[in-house]
C-alpha cells in the first residue's frame, strides 16, 4: 500500500501532537477512582477497626446479606470469597477479618446505580471469622463465617 506524502505528514503530525499532551499530562485521568485511606488499615483489635470506621453504630445481623467463601481454606495467602446482598440502598461493602493484625481487609464503596456484589481475595493469618458489614441507607447489617486455615494443606 502506497501512501500519499499528505497521509504520512497527518500521521506525524497526530503521533507528535499526542506525544506532547501525554508528555505535558493533559492526558492525564481527571480523577482517580480508588483511595488510601491509611486511618482505616491500621493494626489494631477488631472492635477497634468496626468503631474507627462506623463511629460507634450498631451493626444489626442480616440474613440478606450472602457471603461465599470456603469453610477451610488450605491457604490463606489467598482465600476467595463473593459477597452479594438483597438489602437496599447499599452504599458501601466492608471485609473484616477477626484475627489479622489489621483486621479491615477491603472496603468497597458502591454507586447506587450497581447491584451489591462483590468478589475478592482475601489474606488470612490463621483461623479466624470473616466478618462482612454492609453500608445502607437506613442502617449497618452484618454476616459472618467461620473459615478454617489450614497450615500445609492438612485439612484437619
Avoid: H
Avoid at 491457604?75 to 466492608?94: C, F, K, Y
Avoid at 483461623?127 to 462482612?132: A, G, K, L, Q
Amino acid at each position: 500500500m502506497t501512501e500519499t506524502r499528505r497521509a504520512f505528514i497527518k500521521k506525524s503530525l497526530a503521533v507528535s501532537a499526542y506525544s506532547l499532551a501525554s508528555t505535558l499530562g493533559w492526558l492525564a485521568p481527571l480523577k482517580a477512582m480508588a483511595q488510601w485511606r491509611a486511618e482505616n488499615f491500621t493494626p489494631g483489635k477488631l472492635d477497634d477497626s468496626l468503631s474507627r470506621l462506623f463511629k460507634g453504630q450498631k451493626i444489626a445481623d442480616s440474613k440478606d446479606i450472602e457471603l461465599k467463601i470456603p469453610t477451610i481454606a488450605e491457604n490463606g495467602a489467598v482465600v476467595p470469597l463473593t459477597v452479594s446482598s438483597r438489602l437496599g440502598d447499599v452504599r458501601a461493602i466492608s471485609i473484616f477479618v477477626a484475627k489479622n493484625p489489621v483486621p479491615l481487609a477491603a472496603r468497597f464503596e458502591l454507586s447506587p446505580d450497581l447491584d451489591p456484589f462483590v468478589s475478592a481475595r482475601i489474606k488470612m493469618a490463621e483461623t479466624s471469622d470473616v466478618i462482612v458489614v454492609a453500608e445502607t441507607g437506613s442502617g449497618l447489617y452484618s454476616a459472618r463465617q467461620l473459615v478454617k486455615v489450614t497450615i500445609g494443606g492438612c485439612g484437619g
